[in-house]
């Protein structure tokens, strides 16, 4: 019974510490207590379990100060001595020694004990700071209870319990949310380095991540500027050296361990300084005399602070080989079998110990790819599918409001649209009318390239709310934006009866307090602004549905605002993005939402003309630019931000400006840029829409949400600094209006290999093959903004390569959900707690898109 508490004690204790500072620190607390729990279930007897099951469930989910009062109403339970009286068929809680007290100067009588709160009080306990830490005084560093040797360890040890792991090293584990075996267990490794054999110094190639084996010649700290040191050692073989450059050491320590004449083994990533080839942080082994066998396939980690590669390496193999066969799979055998799936205990040991024989033939970028690696990605795959259908089902459950207008709703788009829509448009409308009509909360996506007519869609849908007698609310991601919207929406929906209003940043008070006035009683219909709007202040009389506008630039938490202004449900959501999004990013990214494409331009509009031209063609394209001026067209000017400082910015703008005025005399050039005012970049605007200015040079990418419908070339400096998607959107600026647009893609001096990539804008107007190819460059993260998007931390998946896996675990989340929408049945209950564990504290935001 002790060892039963201990697996429930520890955590806790843990959490408890310095006052509960450890306790927000602990990922997957309650995932752990519940595996514990289901350990000693026969022991604690029903009635305490229950008891115990209802305290910790949602543990995760609440905020700091509800989660210290849990975790202090479970401590007060388990505590010896205190717990309230055990259920009658149940033994008894076992009291286990009382912890060593602290050195005081001067003793003090004993405190009393927190009395045992009962479960249904719980949730309503104060903490108890000080008895708490009165009561285990640093219990989890000192250890009362007996540790196992590494080799005994069970899934649910502690890892404070096991021998080979010191307390710093588990207060650092339990910092990434490892505080089990089986927590540990499931970090996995992000990649493996084929170590089998030592490579010689002298064919070293920068790049390359390599195993050598040679003496050390030089080993010194240096000064390295700014008052910080270097310690740098020269290892030597027969056939050359290498430099290991550290700029995180303990002086004395690499002096003990790495005197002249030591033979090593350094493994790391190459790099090329000057004329030298060095390693900086390598791992350094140090061996005898006869030297050492290579180590073979070798894991790779994720960073934990303060433990070191090769320690965390080497305690997570002994955790591999002592509990790895004890993981409980909680797959269903007919899944498995179904996709030919391995067991989990296999594939989590071979993960952990792989061989030379786990390796497939097939290598990712020359690096060792394990044939269980399929299994693993499956289950990372499932879990986060599991947690999007379970997100959206929940979503789908909750009351939404209902917009069903009087009439048809092509109707209101006549009456609203000067033009037709295109088919594309049509589908788009009519999923987006019938989610409206539903009584349940819509959560759409709408993307499409560039001037495929997101806009006017949108409009479509505000005035079908409109016409049900609620408001609207468009959110933009920059002023101009969020102007462009206001000024068409004036021009279209005024002659309707809908009141528009535009709120910003820029916006003065007494024009701000009178519209949030407006907007409280009604009068206002569809507000359209900026993050000015995410604002407490900003109320609604009933707010029916909230659009986003390049979703990706907001991050979830500023879209939960936005959501959270319903009067009495969440309103209607849809979400806009001019990125096409590959079908596997996609489902992994928008997984929970419903997805529309608009895959086809207005009637007129003819694909943006795109040509790449090196440094020595500039002349050749400013040409080309000119014929376009010459013809009384207009253009655009964009280059990167090179550097993160506004000041850097501006300075280069600065001299691009005074070089095309140069370059192109007769025309004027004008710049816009963020560290203008409001009243400025609205100058700089209203001239090049009234084509007083010829060419806008634009210092980011922001800035270009701007509808012109002249300006018919986009001219890129440094167009290799761009991701492919983004180059697609700037091209779908120009080429508008009823004259053919010209994209320049100016590519600097980084070589064929930039160009390269540029190609694929010349050979293809395929906004999704594009982003397929830079999905496939730049990862999703680099494509959508990995902190805005919403994107699982995958340290396996890459849902590029695969995309396969992506389809099928998607598939049999939305089955399983289907079959069984509470993962209740009793073959499905240790899936249930697996997904817990993995996003309790994950999924929460999932349903704001």
Request: glycine share 8%; net charge positive; charged share 25%.
């Amino acid at each position: 019974m002790a060892e039963t508490l201990d697996g429930l004690l520890r955590p806790l204790r843990f959490a408890a510490r310095r006052d509960f500072a450890n306790l927000q620190k602990i990922k997957g607390l309650q995932a752990s207590l519940t595996r514990a729990l289901q350990q000693a279930g026969a022991a604690l007897g029903a009635r305490e379990a229950a008891a115990l099951s209802e305290l910790i469930e949602g543990l995760d989910g609440l905020g700091l100060e509800d989660k210290k009062r849990r975790v202090a109403a479970l401590l007060a339970r388990l505590e010896p001595g205190t717990s309230a009286a055990s259920p009658t068929p149940g033994p008894q809680p076992v009291r286990r020694p009382a912890p060593a007290k602290p050195k005081t100067r001067a003793s003090s009588p004993p405190k009393p004990r927190p009395k045992a709160v009962s479960a249904d009080t719980a949730a309503e306990a104060p903490p108890r700071t000080a008895q708490l830490n009165k009561a285990a005084p640093k219990a989890s560093v000192k250890r009362t209870g007996k540790r196992l040797p590494m080799a005994q360890a069970q899934p649910g040890t502690p890892l404070l319990e096991v021998v080979g792991v010191g307390p710093k090293t588990a207060e650092r584990m339990a910092a990434k949310g490892l505080v089990t075996t089986q927590d540990a267990l499931f970090f996995l490794p992000r990649k493996y380095e084929d170590r089998s054999t030592y490579r010689p110094i002298a064919e070293l190639v920068a790049g390359d991540r390599v195993s050598v084996q040679g003496v050390v010649r030089i080993a010194r700290a240096r000064p390295a500027g700014r008052g910080k040191r270097v310690f740098e050692m020269v290892v030597a073989d027969d056939s050359g050296s290498v430099n290991c450059r550290f700029f995180r050491f303990y002086q004395s320590q690499m002096d003990s361990r790495f005197p002249l004449g030591t033979q090593v083994v350094v493994s790391g990533a190459v790099t090329q300084w000057g004329a030298m080839r060095q390693m900086v942080h390598p791992e350094v082994e140090v061996v005898g005399e006869q030297g050492s066998q290579p180590e073979g396939v070798v894991p790779v980690y994720g960073d934990i602070e303060g433990v070191p590669a090769k320690k965390l390496r080497t305690m997570l193999k002994g955790l591999a080989q002592a509990a790895g066969h004890l993981v409980q799979d909680p797959l269903p055998p007919a899944l498995l079998q179904r996709h030919g799936l391995a067991r989990l205990p296999e594939a989590i040991v071979q993960a952990h110990l792989p061989t030379p024989d786990d390796v497939d033939s097939a290598q990712a970028d020359g690096q060792p790819v394990l044939r269980m690696r399929r299994r693993l990605v499956f289950d990372e795959l499932l879990y986060f599918q599991l947690a999007l259908a379970s997100t959206r089902a929940s979503r789908d459950a909750q009351p939404g409001l209902t917009h069903q207008p009087p009439g048809p709703w092509q109707s209101i788009a006549k009456q609203l649209l000067p033009f037709s829509l295109t088919g594309a448009q049509t589908r788009a409308l009519e999923r987006i009318a019938a989610d409206l009509a539903a009584p349940v909360p819509m959560n759409r996506l709408l993307q499409g390239d560039v001037g495929s007519g997101k806009t006017a869609v949108a409009f479509v849908a505000m005035a079908i709310v409109h016409a049900c007698g609620r408001q609207s609310a468009l959110l933009a991601p920059t002023e101009i934006l969020a102007e462009q919207h206001f000024h068409k929406a004036q021009s279209l929906m005024q002659p309707l009866g809908i009141r528009v209003a535009l709120l910003t940043g820029s916006t003065k008070a007494s024009e701000r307090k009178w519209m949030l006035s407006q907007l409280r009683a009604g009068e206002l219909h569809l507000l359209i602004g900026t993050h000015a709007i995410l604002e407490p202040a900003v109320t609604f009389k009933d707010l029916g549905l909230t659009i986003v506008d390049e979703q990706h630039r907001f991050g979830v938490q500023q879209r939960a605002l936005l959501m959270d202004k319903g009067r009495t449900c969440g309103p209607d959501v849809l979400v806009m993005t001019a990125t096409p999004i590959p079908r596997t990013l996609a489902l992994t990214a928008y997984g929970d939402l419903r997805v529309s494409v608009i895959d086809e331009l207005p009637p007129g509009r003819s694909p943006t003309k795109t040509r790449v031209f090196s440094a020595r063609q500039r002349e050749t394209a400013l040409t080309a630019l000119k014929a376009e001026l010459a013809e009384g067209r207009q253009a655009y000017v964009v280059f990167p931000l090179i550097e993160a400082s506004e000041k850097l910015e501006l300075k280069a703008a600065t001299e691009e400006v005074k070089g095309l005025q140069e370059a192109l005399p007769g025309f004027e050039v004008a710049l816009l840029h963020g560290r203008m005012r409001p009243d400025e970049k609205a100058e700089i605007m209203q001239r090049f829409a009234s084509a007083q200015a010829q060419v806008l040079v634009s210092t980011t990418v922001i800035e270009v949400g701007i509808d012109v419908a002249n300006a018919t070339v986009m001219m890129i400096e440094n167009a290799e600094r761009f991701g492919l998607s983004q180059l697609h959107q700037l091209r779908g600026r120009v080429g508008r209006g009823q004259h053919r647009g010209h994209c320049f893609l100016m590519a600097g001096a980084d070589g064929a290999e930039g160009r390269e990539r540029l190609a694929v804008l010349e050979a293809s107007h395929d906004g999704f093959y594009v982003a397929e190819r830079d999905l496939e460059i730049r990862g999703p993260g680099e494509m959508l903004g990995t902190r805005q998007s919403g994107l699982p931390d995958l340290v396996l998946a890459d849902v590029v390569r695969d995309a396969e896996v992506v389809e099928f675990a998607r598939d049999e989340a939305f089955a399983l959900l289907e079959a069984d929408p509470q993962l209740s049945r009793p073959e499905h209950r240790a899936l249930a707690e697996e997904l817990r564990r993995r996003f309790a504290d994950k999924v929460g935001l999932a349903s704001v898109g």
